[in-house]
């Protein structure tokens, strides 16, 4: 299973509100709201004086979207409990690094932005 994958399910497991309406990259250009976007941004990758340690250190921009203010701040309060600190099989741990809310005028939605690193086993 892939670290994005990995990732979407665990948005979709834990923000209910948005049901399966998180999309990598690009959202649709129906889509309902609230829904969620994220996208890498960034891979970290280490070595070692053996080669690769094996444990990339990802960053992932995820946004939250609804028309409404309230709506997108109880899809992300959701969204940032299933992320900040989860870890699994394959996720070593996601740790929230940086949010900041903003109005998309083109859009006409809200939007709270999240960055999260997310180190993960790599074969």
């Keep these: ?3 994005e994958t990995e990732l979407r399910d665990q948005i979709i497991a834990g923000v209910e509100t948005v049901e399966s309406r998180v999309y990598p990259v690009v959202l649709p250009k129906d889509a309902v ?11 970290i990758r280490g070595y070692t ?10 960053r992932f921009q995820v946004d939250v979207f609804a028309d409404k203010y309230t709506t997108v701040q109880a899809a992300w309060g959701l969204l940032r409990i299933a992320l900040d600190g989860f870890s699994s099989v394959e ?3 996601i740790t929230l690094d940086n949010e900041t809310e903003d109005f998309d005028d083109e859009l006409k939605l809200y939007r709270v932005i999240g960055d999260f690193v997310v180190q993960y086993k790599e074969s």
């Design 91 to 93: 996720i070593e741990y």
């Design 33 to 43: 709201f609230p829904a969620i976007r994220y996208n890498r941004i960034s891979t």
């Design 49 to 58: 004086l053996n080669g690769r340690d094996c444990f990339p250190a990802a």
């Design 1 to 3: 299973m892939s670290v």
